[in-house]
């Protein structure tokens, strides 16, 4: 009798053992997290990455977890596991607004408008207050040259996070698509002056400088940003981008390709060397080019189509 009772507490005990160490460890899971944080915030993202894995590993439902690691992912260049950990984040807690606004700002980045908006604005209706998704969906209305609406959300924006840099840079944007170039740059060196590290608030002064047909300083501002930060493939896109603007076409094919080669799939990229390659008369390499920005779920005019479907063929 005490024997057969001895095993049946024994397998209790050690069932009991067993469902504990494969159960979900907030504790453990929250330290990791937390670590992540201050790892990520450092600029840390290799460790960052190892405590967000490790806060999953031991609590695989941890939506704030995933969307962390999908930002280190996205500040990391790779865009389909940003999108794909930001979108767990959501499947796990659909009212988790920070996923929204993450992973619309990547579909903005990536040139998805058809996404960017729904992720956008379901951030702004969980949160009416949340600065960021009015500032990343202004910078899309911008992109899609509905300014009036980009001018808008820019405003709101800038009424609940006015200290925040980004937002100067993003609205110069707004205001050299809208021909304010008095005003773009005016906001691009106040993003210079608040944080004068970061070589992109260079690349969006140079940026307004091509609008202005300034070659010079432009080239100068774009040069400047890499040599600041080498590091920093998207120093490339964008002066390839100017250097299209600036109908340097064999040169802004080099920075393109570059910065295509570090980045995943980012249809603007593929975009600008389509255009890029048109212009060269290198017409087999732009419709390659057209196909990856299709495949990617974009398009181009019709006009850019039919130009390249009646430009001869190897």
């Known amino acids: 009798m005490f024997s057969r009772l001895f095993t049946v507490i024994f397998i209790l005990f050690f069932s009991a053992g067993i469902f504990a160490s494969s159960a ?29 894995n490790r806060a999953i590993d031991e609590n695989p439902r941890y939506a704030e977890a995933y969307n962390a690691r999908g930002y280190v992912y996205f500040q990391m260049q790779q865009n389909d596991e940003a999108i794909a950990d930001f979108s767990k984040a959501i499947e796990l807690n659909p009212q988790l607004e920070e996923a929204y606004v993450n992973r619309g700002r990547v579909y903005v980045d990536t040139g998805r408008p058809q996404l960017a908006f729904p992720d956008l604005n379901k951030a702004i209706e969980l949160n009416p207050k949340d600065g960021y998704a009015y500032m990343h969906r202004g910078r899309q209305y911008g992109y899609n040259n509905l300014l009036d609406n980009a001018f808008k959300d820019m405003e709101k924006a800038h009424k609940i996070i006015p200290d925040c840099s980004d937002l100067y840079a993003f609205r ?11 005003n773009a740059l005016k906001d691009a ?13 260079l690349r969006m002064r140079g940026f307004v400088y091509v609008a202005m047909g300034e070659k010079d300083k432009a080239l100068t501002d774009f040069n400047k940003a890499i040599e600041m930060n080498p590091n920093d493939v998207w120093g490339y896109g964008d002066r390839g981008w100017a250097y299209l603007d600036l109908g340097e076409y064999r040169k802004a094919v080099e920075d393109l390709t570059k910065a295509i080669e570090k980045i995943d799939n980012n249809q603007n990229l593929y975009r600008q060397r389509a255009f890029a390659y048109y212009y060269l ?34």
């Open 281 to 314: 008369g290198e017409f087999d390499n732009a419709r390659k080019d057209v196909k990856k920005v299709q495949e990617l779920g974009s398009n181009f005019d019709d006009a850019f189509l039919q130009k390249l479907q009646s430009a001869p063929k190897k």
């Open 189 to 201: 060196e106040k993003a210079m002056e608040m944080n004068p590290s970061n070589s992109w608030y």
């Open 24 to 52: 979900a460890q907030p504790e453990k899971a929250d330290f990791f997290y937390r670590r992540g944080e201050q790892k990520m915030f450092a600029g840390d993202r290799d460790n960052a990455l190892a405590d967000f």
């Open 172 to 182: 110069s944007d707004v205001y050299k698509r809208a021909g304010e170039f008095k």
